[in-house]
């Protein structure tokens, strides 16, 4: 009884120890995640790339030529047309116009399907002021005439059609532009393709400036596809932040289709954002990378996957958060979640890591 | 053999064994047990160890975070896994000859260094700490036999479970994480039991065991090995 009771004692004592170190599991910090999506085919979906501006430098030309890119982008889009306060649409000089045609000829040889895209901003052609351009749109034959010259802009470009970029515009400009797109859609349509640029709203009324001034139930139905700008997800004064959150973009192309619009893209930004004292600008990957070296600071990843990092110059204190290939491809596989019909608009050439195109095209079929 | 047929086939001999095990307790229940009567309380408890090479897909209901509701579902796994516990059984013996373990309980933490898991759950990122995992293993009604020489009892039993998993997860709110909590699996096991005790006297003895899992997860998942202290004739 005696070595009874002693074994007893030693299997209490024995399962006593086994109970803290059964809770000694740790996490292996010099480990990589665990991605369980990590070389999983990515879904195939139509590729759009946005270009800020009417031509391409040699980057962005090389990266359009590169065959990575081409199979996995099938639309270009240049932010290059802006109507004026005069009811004319810029560039309006014959070089200019000539050079866009040539390049856009260029580009569709190479097969790519080129649309010019119409940005409503002051004549600086940086800067959004939606109460001027509300008063614009409210004028019906300002409307009548910028329709009619984006129709000639975009035949004198020999572009495929026209997307429209409207920004930060008061809710009261709903049914003037509404109107406007109506008129282009008459214009156009069905010769050549429109598209809008839509803002990313999640909510009704919307949660996004200008939001509210985009009518999607009435405005889908005049146009060919409808591209949600799931960009810019920390902005606009907000905390530093990621430029996009892959189930905010989720919630704001479900919204759009469940107000009929039925052709969408989600927008995924290329560029990043230097969060600073003066405010917030746009940096391309490799500015982010340059910056990251000069100021030796190591470079982490957010939640989303999104590389950042924290420096200090003359001025304060900066944050800064960018995408590269990990993080794109990361948010392309979370988006298996939307329908194989959801296509992908990349915004901004040029200011993407240079290894991207060749790391979608490799994960996909 | 398809993964779909093996399970058909698992189940089967799940329900097979169900029974048999249910059988038993129905026809010996409320039998006052005394050394000289054909059946007998077993009594058990210890520490085990268990080893998943497979660990169970969890899943999450609907939450809601400060920026959006995540949809319910599958959240994956959190890959091979080993686990540290105790554990506390209750059965019978038959006619000195037949085993029929009831139910026991066992509760296990994980044991080792494991790396982050990423997954993705309608559109948003989750993240799953395997380190915070536990487990709750409920072994169910079996059926093993016994044998005994001189000091020595060996016996080998099938055995079924049923098994918690839960583990914390967190999803990606923009540049901040949100809590989702714990996400959790139940699953059903079906275990191969082998032990070796050594009597000390004809109601006391230890043992060690082994447990290579039939279907845990998947076919052949891993196993359990323990201690384990038994009173009962």
Redesign the interface.
Known sequence: ?N??FG??LA?VA??AS??P????????TS???????SGAALTPRRGAVIVDGCSLDTFQAEALASPSAKKVLKEVVFLCAVPRYDGTVQPSDPSALATLAALVDKLTMAGYSVRIGVSFTDETGTRYDGAQTASLLADASWRGEVTAALHTFAVTSHAAGLEIDLQQLPATARADVTAFMGALSTAVRPAAQLVLLAPPS?SAPSDVVGGDAIDLVAIAPLVDRVRVMTVD??CCGG????TI???????AVRFAGGLGASNLDVAFPLFGVDFGPGGQRSVSWLEAQGLADSHQQPIVR????AP?FHYQDGDGAHAL?FDDAVSTI?TL??????SPDVGVVYFGLGSEDPALWDAIARRLP | MSCRGCSTWVLRRLRTASACGALGAVLFAGETPARAESWYWQLAFGPATQWLPQSPRFSLDATQTPLRTVGGGDVGTIGATSWLGGYADMGFAISDRWQIPVVGIGVYAPVGSYALTHVTRDGSFVELQPWTAFLIDVPLPGIGVRVKQRRWMFTGALRTAVVIANVQARVANGAAWADLGRVSATLFAVRAEITACRRFDPETRACVWIAPNVYEVGIANGGSLGLRWEWGP
């Not at chain 1, 957010?302 to 996957?305: A, E, I, K, N, Y």
Request: net charge negative; hydrophobic share 45%; charged share 15%.
């Open positions: 009884m070595r009874s074994v007893a299997l024995l399962l086994a109970a170190l059964g809770g000694c599991a740790a996490e292996d480990a990589d995640q665990t991605d369980q999506a999640v997800f920390s905390m530093p932040g990621p959150d892959s189930g905010w973009a989720v919630d957010g939640p989303t996957g950042n958060w990361d596989d979370a988006w298996s979640v939307l």
